[in-house]
């Protein structure tokens, strides 16, 4: 005690206390993290200039333990003393077990929802992929189609260009799932060692009704013998959910040589690929034997001049693909009959391909109407001719029209209800 009341002499000091029933006030121990190897603290002089120790009190005087005297902490250590331990700073830190745990749930959500997946819309119910499938043991090739925003016109419903497309799409889908189709354009292995290609000769299109945005369209197709050297190919296309007929169609296709461009007869071996998948039935619509009159010039109602295929009119076989052709017969087409009229039937005879530097010329006549007010008409008919500058016939064709029926755009079942 005496060391002490000489030691307070020099050094500030606070009160101590000494607790006689040997329970300790502070911390004891080892070396705390603020002195040094030698005992002295890094700062050790108060804001009245007088030095500070770090001394530490020995756990027993005499026998009696003591405490440690808290004014001879420094001012870091005092400042940095850890909060009380409570029950709850004492609990382990969950965060990072929450986030291992939501990232996990969120990856098993994700796989169950690809495993669980189904198909929303009605095309799809059959035909997830769009890739089409092969029917009446093995005869008829079937896809489904739903009619896309961007495949309507003004009057809300599929144009005849989207038709023909599905047609084409269809006629090629059905060689591929048929295991027929070799390095060419819809042209099977035979063909193709024979640089032989398809190319029509003939198409004839009945439209009974045009589908609208968000119908789901299902085309059958088949093939048939066609003379000597052709194949038919015929399409039934009907409303997937009520199974009404919406279009038929048949074509004639012959072979070409693809470097001579003439037409060749159909080989042997490329009739015994082909032959097992013949249907004998007649052609889903009557052919249309009526012979047009030449037009001219002279004759034609309407002309439409300098059209020209842009590099997107090409298919793989370097022509203008058939159904562009058929935008181009429209370009001349009387304006009041297509406002107000719809394409009911076509006939298309293609006479020679279309190259890519190729010039054309379109024109249209009336048969039987006159011109002053085709809008008032019910049935209009008009003939067509696609020609090269020079003269040269590129496809004749006749299309019937009737007056245009009034459309509504279906709503989607899959559209979320409207909340309250």
């Known amino acids: 005690m005496a060391a002490m009341a000489t030691a307070s002499g020099f050094f500030s000091v606070a009160s101590t206390a000494v607790d006689s029933g040997g329970n300790t006030t502070g911390k004891h121990g080892g070396l705390p993290a603020s002195v040094d190897a030698r005992g002295m603290g890094p700062k050790s002089v108060s804001s009245r200039g007088l030095v500070k120790t770090n001394a530490q009190a020995p756990s027993k005087v005499n026998g009696t333990r003591v405490g440690v005297m808290e004014g001879l902490k420094t001012d870091d250590e005092v400042s940095s003393s850890p909060p009380p331990r409570?029950?709850?700073?004492?609990?382990?830190?969950?965060?990072?077990?929450?986030?291992?745990?939501?990232?996990?749930?969120?990856?098993?959500?994700?796989?169950?929802?690809?495993?669980d997946w189904k198909p929303k819309r009605a095309d799809m119910l059959t035909d997830p992929f769009g890739l089409g499938s092969i029917v009446q043991n093995g005869m008829v090739f079937r896809q489904n189609f739903s009619i896309r925003s961007y495949e309507i016109?003004?009057?809300?419903?599929?144009?005849?260009?989207?038709?023909?497309?599905?047609?084409?799409?269809?006629?090629?889908?059905?060689?591929?799932?048929?295991?027929?189709?070799g390095d060419g354009f819809g042209s099977t292995p035979e063909m193709c060692k024979r640089n032989l290609i398809w190319v029509v000769t003939k198409m004839q299109v009945m439209v009974d009704r045009y589908p609208t945005w968000g119908d789901v369209v299902q085309v059958d197709t088949w093939v048939a013998p066609s003379g000597k050297n052709g194949m038919r190919r015929d399409w039934l296309l009907r409303d997937y959910n009520t199974g009404e007929t919406l279009t038929r169609a048949s074509s004639c296709w012959v072979m070409m040589n693809k470097k001579t461009r003439k037409l060749s007869k159909l080989p042997d071996e490329v009739r015994a690929e082909i032959g097992n998948f013949f249907v004998d039935t007649p052609p889903i619509v009557d052919e249309d034997s009526t012979r047009l009159p030449k037009l001219t010039d002279s004759n034609a109602d309407y002309i439409r001049t300098g059209l020209t295929p842009k590099w997107s009119d090409l298919d793989i076989n370097q022509h203008v693909n058939n159904v562009k052709y058929v935008g181009?017969?429209?370009?001349?087409?009387?304006?009041?009959?297509?406002?107000?009229?719809?394409?009911?039937?076509?006939?298309?005879?293609?006479?020679?391909?279309?190259?890519r530097d190729s010039v054309l010329d379109s024109l249209t006549s009336v048969l039987g109407k006159g011109l002053e007010d085709l809008a008032t008409f019910g049935q209009v008919e008009c003939q067509h001719l696609l020609r090269l500058e020079d003269g040269a016939d590129i496809v004749k064709g006749r299309t019937e029209w009737r007056p245009k029926r009034s459309y509504e755009v279906k709503s989607f079942d899959q559209l979320p209800a409207e909340s309250a």
């Not at 609990?91 to 169950?112: G, H, R, Y």
């Not at 009959?337 to 020679?352: I, K, W």
């Open 86 to 115: 409570t029950f709850i700073n004492q609990l382990p830190d969950w965060s990072m077990l929450l986030v291992a745990i939501t990232t996990i749930f969120l990856a098993a959500e994700k796989q169950l929802m690809m495993i």
């Open 153 to 181: 016109g003004a009057d809300r419903t599929a144009s005849v260009e989207t038709l023909m497309n599905h047609l084409q799409e269809t006629a090629l889908n059905h060689v591929k799932n048929a295991g027929l189709l």
């Open 328 to 355: 181009w017969i429209l370009e001349s087409a009387p304006q009041p009959v297509v406002e107000s009229h719809e394409l009911a039937s076509m006939t298309l005879e293609y006479r020679r391909e279309c190259m």
